[in-house]
């Protein structure tokens, strides 16, 4: 009985007083510029380490499998093989992982940066991209070569805060002791002969190459008439005119 009493008590509202609230809050904020960016006609500012979408830079990655015993969702798929590789100087030969396959699931991944924070070799990057959106769910799993394609669009790391310490240099270790121990100062007899040091097989020479100035601006080209954008055809031409000039440096070693 009490509700009933409060209930009736309360006044009744008069006709057309919402309405007139509703406009009087129309004619506060139409005064006011409007803070909604247009998109998609207006791009958003994102942040360097905006979670978008996650890059892989092939030259990093050393097959550890890290990323995908890690991510909780297992999305990530890698395989590898091994192939040994003679040295140029002799010696044992030496076995290599080679990268295969790296793909990324997005349909999967929930975003949680787990696989670039475990990375040792800083392979993985975030990329601020995200439109990535597709009509068949198995495009949403990405390959090497389109992961690769995101490392274009990574920004680099912002600047310190004012005032904020910079990151102290890292320290070079400390060179290993030369003092010889008392007992060993003193041989008790004469030291056995020991037989000459072989001579130390020569290295190969490092080779350095620089990106072939005429594969660049021709794969450039290609890239800008099929359409790409300027950042991502540029990595491409780069990619291309480096692969070019080893091939020429490998053709005049040989």
Not at 67 to 93: F, Q
């Amino acid at each position: 009985m009490a509700d009933v009493s409060e209930m009736e008590e309360q006044p009744e509202s008069g006709f057309g007083q919402g309405l007139l609230k509703g406009l009087g809050v129309t004619l506060k904020t139409m005064l006011h510029p409007a803070v909604t960016q247009q998109y998609p006609r207006v791009r958003p500012d994102l942040p360097a380490r905006t979670r978008g979408v996650i890059a892989l830079k092939q030259e990093n990655c050393t097959v550890c499998y890290k990323c995908s015993r890690e991510c909780p969702d297992w999305c990530i798929y890698i395989d590898a093989h091994k192939e040994t590789h003679e040295p140029a100087g002799g010696g044992r030969a030496r076995s290599a992982k080679i990268l295969d396959r790296f793909a990324i699931d997005y349909a999967l991944c929930m975003y949680c940066g787990i696989c670039v924070e475990v990375c040792p070799f800083d392979a993985l990057f975030w990329s601020p991209e995200f439109e990535y959106a597709e009509y068949d769910i198995d495009s949403m799993t990405h390959e090497k070569d389109r992961l690769e394609e995101w490392t274009y669009k990574v920004l680099p790391p912002p600047e310190l805060e004012v005032g904020a310490e910079a990151p102290p240099p890292p320290t070079a270790p400390a060179p290993p002791s030369t003092q010889v121990p008392a007992e060993a100062a003193v041989p008790a007899g004469p030291a056995p002969a020991q037989p000459p040091a072989a001579a130390a097989p020569a290295r190969a020479p490092r080779v350095e190459v620089e990106p072939d100035q005429e594969v660049y601006e021709r794969v450039l080209a290609e890239q800008l008439a099929k359409g790409s954008e300027r950042r991502i055809a540029e990595g491409r031409a780069k990619a291309a005119a480096l692969k070019a000039d080893r091939e020429k440096a490998g053709g005049a070693g040989g």
